[in-house]
């Protein structure tokens, strides 16, 4: 799949669209990347679920979304009139969740991929726990690329393991035709004065600038340990918020971006990440973006 430019939301920074569509042209993306979404319609956890943290943000939403039925009626209409290609993030709590949402979107004419979200950090049940263990991931990817017979199927990690490139590995080999990475880190703030957890759930993500520097290591571990040698491509995530950023994701391995968290200081950036993306190349005198795609030296 060949997309406009690299640039997309992050799931669950950018709902379906409409909500943003005051801020920014997001016809001017490579792709948009929706909300999670599952089978049934879920509340999410109870308040407090979002709260910024210094060069960062902490947020523990619970997977809040409409649900398959609602998606397909009233959202798939709203993004269909963006003339992107739209990847739906797909949450559940089983296997059976997932591929029942997974199929269903076979026949969505703008969905062109699906991203399997098997790292959500903040669900009680499910969640994190299919992509933690290779094993899960192997078993899990491996049954949604039965369903995923036209969508592409994108497998977002998450970072709260010890070995990322050993996930990596084990959603390549069972079938991952993109790997996006990285999804929060599991976290925590205290509120002093109640001796609580801020958040309702306890624990949150930690996304935005302050996981940069990991998100890009750990982008350039996978890229060269894993994805290089399989020809997978990477969406890269954490904390871009300007053009310097995104540049980093590419050179360390990243062929698509995600941003998330800056969406919520500044919608425009992404606008600015695209055209700074552009003057680098042209400064440097690379052609093409697809120049200079993993190539760190180190
Ligand atoms: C408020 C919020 C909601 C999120 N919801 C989802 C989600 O529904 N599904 C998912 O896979 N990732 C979700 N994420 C994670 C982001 O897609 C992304 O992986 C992460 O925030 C790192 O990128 P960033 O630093 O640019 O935000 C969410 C992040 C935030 C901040």
Known sequence: MTLANPLMTASGTCGYADEYADFVDLTQLGAFVTKSITAKPRAGNNYQRVIETRAGMLNAIGLANVGLDVFL??????LAALALPVFVNVAGTTVD???????????????????????????????IQFGTDPEQVRLITGELRKVCRT???????????????????????????????????????????TRRPVLANG???????????????????????????????????????????????????ATGLAVGTALFVEPGCLMDIRDGIGDYLDSHGFASVTDIIG???V
């Not at 009626?73 to 709203?78: C, G, N, S, T």
């Not at 991952?176 to 205290?190: E, H, K, P, W, Y």
């Open 203 to 253: 624990t949150g993500g930690l996304s935005g600038p302050a996981i940069r520097p990991i998100a890009v290591y750990m982008v350039h571990k996978v890229y060269t340990q894993v994805a290089q040698a399989a020809g997978v491509p990477i969406i890269g995530m954490g904390g871009i918020q300007h053009a310097h950023d995104a540049v980093e994701f590419l050179l360390a391995g």
């Open 295 to 297: 190539t760190l030296e």
């Open 73 to 78: 009626a009233e959202k798939v209409p709203l």
């Open 151 to 193: 969508n592409i199927l994108i497998v977002k990690l998450s970072p709260n393991v010890t070995d990322i490139a050993a996930i990596a590995a084990a959603a390549v080999d069972a079938g991952a035709d993109a790997l996006s990475m990285i999804n929060t880190f599991t976290a925590m703030a205290v509120d002093i004065d």
């Open 97 to 127: 969740d997932y591929l029942a949402v997974a199929d269903a979107l076979e026949s969505v004419d703008i969905v062109r991929g699906v991203e399997l979200n098997i790292s959500c950090p903040n669900v009680k049940a499910g969640g």
